[in-house]
């Protein structure tokens, strides 16, 4: 499995496509590492800066809709060759979504008011996430204080990430 | 309890239910281009599984951009060209002969009412007008599909609209699905199938029912569903007029795929559209629009005619039958690109390609170029195009470009007039 702890990036727009998080001009590479500087790049919102907020970080939290538009899977590999591992959102466009998991990688739903709660409470703080994948929960740690939130993934997205992804689940079942 | 189009679609398709949510599916179909496809050969070929599940079953095209415009494209275009020929896919469409995607494919009858198609391209929902449940996916699922033949997805839930009412003249197709979108939001119908039903549906030629489809997925859906018919059995029967003794007998067999009258919806709509004007997008969502009387007079520096959406036939000679006789304006660029071969050649042999010149186009030859911003009309910053495509997100027709999504018939009006404009106003049916 992925290593899924981490600071967090906060994300605060809905319908965020994939063509702002890896745009159509890069997908003339053919190897994943060449994703790596143009995360995010079309990206326009204020006091973001895709290069210097992106670094070091290994989860997104975001709204609603999160990797909607194409179904280019450049999308999830421009966030994992950065070090992301987990999107937390709202909801997702359900190809990202998939992707994701067929990634090994995370895309968790949590509830409207919990966002909301989360980016009242952290967001333009240092927080980073502890992951306890076995039990649902993910634990948001800044120096002060912590925070322990349930999630919910389907159970055959659980078994795609204890995989390391559908190829490898597939290969074995199919 | 009944079941709908995607129910049973799924049901017959089923090979394994790892949990009770989820249906691995088997595949009539998977679908290739060259920008999705490669990084799934390369890991196969990593993997030391370089090997496909039927050659027969596996359809791909070179056609985002094509002719290649620099070496990263060329490579692209040379992994699928080698991997094609290494495992002896015969429906394998390269210069000369290729075409987009989501119009090519069906032009050649590769789908078919009840089929199951994949294909690395979110716009593959465009091959749900034959009755088939037929998704985008991405490389990983799309590297399973060529390898296996499966794919996993959620068991479908299904939104039904029903389109009522009688198309006024000069509304389109286009027009239909842009308002679908405005009324039900980028994320509207996320996770779920569409099924369009109605007297409009009925009424739609193929070409139409693709155009309504292909932006099924702008609404965040899985695929979008037209109940095979007539007409669908119609367009498809020089394919399969070996399969049956007549249209009759196909139609009564691809019946099994139409859903029963108590078939659960997740949701049902009513869509009217006796009164629905002429549509466009505004910003960088395809669910900002608005009539396109409200945007009278936004300026333009281009105007895209082409893609998977708007760039068949009928798309051109709507264009076509409004550009007639006119120039367009000298500040815009006009370009249109005949989605497949055959259009191309329709498009000249009914002197449509003479209009548009005469008009000012330049006509561009089959790809999907400009509408992803790769190649054949890129934006520079601050630009706007006038575009038959069905995405508008900020950058995607080149970084700092906007475009305003519309049909062929408000295109051309625009390309005329130099800013957005009503159809009508040409003459415009
Ligand atoms: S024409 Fe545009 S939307 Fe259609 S397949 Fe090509 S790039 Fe995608």
């Known amino acids: ?174 | 309890m009944g079941q709908t189009i995607a129910q049973k679609i799924f049901e017959s398709h089923v090979v394994d239910r790892p949990t009770p949510d989820t249906y691995v599916l088997r595949l009539d179909a998977v679908f290739c281009h060259e920008i999705t496809t490669p990084m799934a050969i390369n890991d196969l070929v990593a993997r030391g599984k370089d090997r496909v599940f039927d050659s027969t079953r596996i359809k791909a095209v070179i056609d985002h951009v094509t002719p290649a415009k620099d070496s990263k494209t060329a490579t692209q275009g040379k992994i699928l060209r080698e991997w094609a020929r290494r495992h002896a896919i015969v429906d394998f469409f390269d210069i000369g002969r290729n075409g987009v995607c989501h119009a090519l494919f069906p032009e050649k009858g590769f789908v078919r009412p009840g089929y199951t198609v994949i294909m690395g391209d979110s716009h593959t929902c465009t091959h749900g007008a034959f009755g088939a449940f037929a998704a985008g996916v991405g490389t990983t699922d799309l590297e399973v599909g060529i390898l296996k033949g499966v794919c996993a997805f959620r068991a479908p839930s299904s939104l039904r609209i029903d389109i009522t009412g009688t198309l006024p003249a000069g509304v389109f197709a286009k027009d239909v699905i842009l308002s679908i979108i405005g009324r039900l939001g980028v994320n509207g119908a996320t996770d779920k199938v569409i099924e369009f039903h109605g007297p409009v549906i009925g009424a739609m030629t193929m070409e139409e029912r693709m155009t309504l489809c292909n932006m099924a997925v702008e609404a965040g859906a899985t695929c979008g569903i037209c109940p095979p018919d007539r007409t669908t059995v119609d367009y498809l029967w020089p394919f399969i007029k070996d399969d049956f003794d007549s249209p009759e007998a196909a139609l009564e067999a691809y019946r099994r795929f139409a859903p029963d009258e108590d078939a659960v919806y997740d949701r049902i709509v009513t869509h009217d559209v006796a009164a629905l004007a002429p549509q466009a997008t505004f910003g960088y969502k395809p669910d900002n629009v608005k009539d396109v009387s409200e945007l009278v007079g936004t300026p333009v520096d281009q105007v895209y005619i082409g893609s998977c959406t708007n760039g068949r036939i009928e798309d051109l000679r709507i264009a076509a039958q409004i550009l007639k006789g006119h120039t367009i304006h000298p500040r815009v660029r006009g370009i249109v690109s005949p989605a497949t071969p055959r259009i191309y050649d329709q498009a000249l042999r009914e002197g449509i390609i003479a209009t548009f010149m005469e008009a000012g186009f330049c006509v561009t030859n089959p790809t999907c170029g400009a509408c992803l911003g790769m190649s054949n009309g890129v934006l520079a910053e601050g630009e706007v195009c006038a575009a038959t495509t069905n995405r508008n997100f900020n950058g995607r027709m080149g970084k700092g470009g906007m475009v305003h999504l519309m049909s062929p018939a408000t295109a051309a009006a625009t390309a005329i007039a130099g800013t957005i404009a009503n159809s009508d106003l040409y003459g415009g049916r």
């Not at chain 1, 466009?93 to 509830?111: S, V, Y």
């Open chain 1, 1 to 174: 499995m992925k290593d899924f702890d981490g600071s967090v990036l906060f994300l605060d727009r809905s319908d965020i496509n994939t063509d702002e998080i890896i745009p159509a001009r890069y997908l003339t590479e053919i190897s994943k590492e060449a994703l790596k500087p143009h995360l995010l790049e079309d990206l326009n919102m204020e006091e973001f800066d895709p290069q210097a907020d992106v670094a070091g970080k290994r989860v997104i939290v975001t709204r609603s809709n999160f990797g909607c538009g194409s179904s280019r899977e450049h999308a999830p590999w421009a966030l994992e060759v950065n070090g992301i591992t987990v999107v937390i959102a709202q909801s997702f466009a359900r190809i990202f979504r998939q992707n994701m998991f067929n990634c090994g990688m995370l895309a968790i739903e949590l509830p409207d008011e919990m966002i909301d709660r989360l980016f009242g409470r952290y967001a333009g703080q240092a927080v980073s996430v502890r992951m306890d994948f076995t039990n649902s929960r993910l634990t948001f740690c800044t120096p002060e204080d912590e925070e322990t939130v349930p999630f919910v993934i389907s159970d055959f997205d659980r078994r795609l990430v204890e995989a390391g992804g559908w190829v490898e689940f597939a290969d074995s079942h199919y």
